[in-house]
């Protein structure tokens, strides 16, 4: 055996570059589906997990898939809010947790998302450097937010405006970084997490600026009516939030009709989610409520069908290609026709000769299916980058 | 016989590979698993942003939580400003009580999980009286900024046992195992704060005609509760107002209605001789706000009654002074 | 070494036809066949190797009849016994001078590489003068050092007897001398027999004996 194998790679060796040609010819026709397979697997897992571990979502009635895309992965799109006073209004059924989520704007490509604390203990986010949000104008950065941008607690960032020219629009605003959050391989890792109310800020419901009761602040009054005063455009919003001007910043108008995009509920047991969810089934109400597993299998469902045509292509590629390798093998052997009757002529048996140029077929077979291994080990091993990029890329 | 025997070669070249393919075996598959963690049983921690919501919450479950309020004791608790670790010690606590109406505006921009958080006048919004501030708006359709609430509301004994109902409901959520004793306690608290409401307006009745000046914007539940209709100044007990402040009090003051001007602590022995010159009466009505070294909430409340009611005893001498230790 | 009786072989009926009525080869000797194309020489050769099977007739190699041998005892029989030398050398193009030389041990199972054999392959490519050439592979050798190293091949499994089918058919006239002069000097050192075809009748001198193919083919040429 010895002999044979030894023979059989003299050969390949010598003609690497055909060699070389049908190993990366196979190893892509093997890679191809177990990669498709392994990323729409991990895909699919990651996804699911995700949607499992979020039991409830209550947001505006529309696209079920909208919804789930902004607050799984923090997508901002054309959703109506929600107002606030539902957060106060589901903690009084005492029948689970209302986490607030405003996830409407942006510092560069990276999602602000307005929370409470709860949602760091609901995601389980650890702090590994800084420290916890403690007051409205800071930020707590996930781990790729924070490398992308080349940011450190202490740091700041500055919200991306709606568009440059739109007077009417919000007005970035700078905020202090205060801590980085352990990497989590799920979409919190892209986020630039801030209290609900810092994006209120940045929307504009609420905002810091001089006393206008103060006689130097009497070329920013339109109109006074005893102690009610109108002022006008020429007051200057600050653009941060700081321990000196902290006491000027104040909401105009109630609390209860701030904005939200959605409403995460973690019910307390099965009956008070059951509970909930009936609560706003109501196809009139104004608040829809979904399970995000369920919106999530249906889009998997879709994926999964369109994998099988890809699936199918692959197939009929792979197929197609190892008919050319076959072709190549047969080709090869009809060409070493005049060697093959030599080993014969000296005294080798047709067996033997067999074996030799089934042991080269086999040998490349052997490498190739050793670098789609190698190529999964890598894709395995770098597949929760890979994944995050895709998602990152994909905006899913 | 052929001579190169290419039918041989061929058919034993098959016959190995399709021998070799068959012994290839699919691999296995990877199983993972869960792990969970066990919890924590530490007692409930519940943090105050005032000494009159501590001492309630305390008379209520003191046994079964600890309360906390973090605020210095040289601190206005309504105007502090913590600094971020104070603010993630209010993070971490399983209940803050809030006493709403404005009050301690630093919690409108905190990082508190809305869950943990127990508004105490949240509904009782018909009790709120505004605050007296300037309002504005931005552009003549604009919403008025919503920071025109008189925040003192516990000065109202009857708005303090609302508050005081409100945190017993909240802790005996907290702890459901000693809701009964929780139950009782808070049954008595209300009991003796409505009792007190009581007392405090029969002692303001026989004031009924005096003019009430107060010393600083603090006293908006008092005056609106007992119908004091009193008058606000800003004058601070260890200062000297100045000679404008002087003259726009003797504008202020009608010394035919034996003025009493109501100070949170004891002003300066010259600003209360001063006073007394100008026919007005000092009393000492602690807000009660932070911790008193020496004496609890119960006690401050009985000193006020009692401060008050010794105005009545002297409704007719303009120079009388109740001191408070 | 050589014994043919009444040797009867056609491709097919109708067509190229030998016929050898009797030939004896003693041991050592030096047989040169010599013919026109097509007069059945390298048949014969063939024949002789045991690779064809003659329609009638006895052919004992070495005191075996070869009719009564079946093909694998011929095929072991020929890698053992008979060392084959070719025309254009076939060489394998991917394999190295020395592993050309093993080529031998590595298609037989029978045959077993030792010691000896590698002390065999460095003698032989010493006398041959290859010893220099051992790691190359054949595209970089001149036609007479591949057809040394061809003879090298043939003679490495110590064989009996040496059938060389015109092994200097692709030489020039210099080289043609030189590796008939290193296949003689092997077939003398292991004291084999050979039978050689040659078209040239110039080489024909050291040789003991001459068979003219004419007399023993019939029918149309192949």
Sequence with gaps: MKSIIFLALRYLAYYRWKTGVLVAAISVILFLPLSLEYVLDHGTERLRARAQATPLVLGAPGSAIELMLSTLYFESGNLAPLKYALIDEIHETMLGQAIPLQVKYRVGDFPVVGTSPDYFDFRDLKITNGRRLALAGEAVLGALSAKELGISPGDSVITTPDTVFDVTGTYPLKLKVVGLLQPTGTQDDYAVFVDVKTSWIIGGTGHGHEDLARPEASGSVLKRNGKDLVANASVAAFREVTPDNMADFHFHGGVADFPLSAIIVVPRDVKAGVLLEGRYQNPNSSVRVVLPSVVIDNLLNTVLIVRQYVLAAITFVGVATLATVALVFSLSIQLRRSEITTMMRIGAAPMRIGVILGTEILLVLAASVFVAGIAMVVVNAWGDALFGWILMAGNL | MDIDGWELVTKNLVIFIAFALAACEPAGEVVTSEDTAAGNMAAPVVYTVNYPLAWMADRIAGEVVEVVLPVPPTEDPDQWQPLPQHVLAYQDADLVILNGAGYAKWTTLAFLSPAKLVDTTANATDWLVPAGDVRHRHGPKGEQNNTDTASHTWLSPDLAAEQARVIAEALMQLVPGSAKGMKERADTLVGELKKHARTLGEVFENLRDRQFIFSHPVYQYIDARYSLDGQTVVWEPHEEPNEDQWQAMADLVEPDRSPIMMWEALPLRSVSDRLREMGISVVVFETGANPHPRKGYDVILDDNLANVRALGSMAASPNSAKAVD | ?222
């Design chain 3, 1 to 222: 070494m050589i014994c043919v009786q009444n040797l009867d072989f056609s491709y097919s009926p109708g067509t190229f036809q030998l016929f050898v009525p009797r030939l004896d080869v003693a041991s050592g000797d030096l047989l040169a066949v010599v013919g026109a194309s097509g007069s059945g020489k390298t048949t014969l050769l063939n024949i002789m190797a045991g690779i064809l099977a003659p329609n009638a007739g006895m052919v004992s190699i070495a005191d075996s009849d070869l009719s009564a041998l079946t093909d694998r005892q011929r095929r072991h029989m020929r890698i053992s016994q008979i060392g084959l030398i070719f025309q254009g050398f076939e060489l394998l193009e991917y394999l190295t001078v020395r592993d050309n030389l093993l080529l031998p041990y590595r298609i037989s199972a029978v045959l077993e590489m030792n010691d000896d054999v590698e002390t065999r392959l460095e003698r032989l490519a010493e006398e041959t003068g290859i010893a220099d050439l051992m790691m190359r592979f054949p595209d970089e050798l001149s036609q007479g050092e591949r057809q040394r190293a061809a003879i090298c091949r043939a003679l490495i499994t110590s064989p009996s007897l040496i059938l060389a089918d015109e092994p200097t058919g692709n030489l020039d006239p210099d080289n043609k001398q030189r590796v008939l002069r290193v296949l003689l000097d092997q077939v003398a050192r292991h004291s084999a027999t050979l039978v050689m075809v040659t078209h040239d009748h110039d080489l024909l001198g050291p040789f003991d004996s001459v068979l003219d193919m004419r007399e023993y083919h019939g029918g149309p040429p192949i």
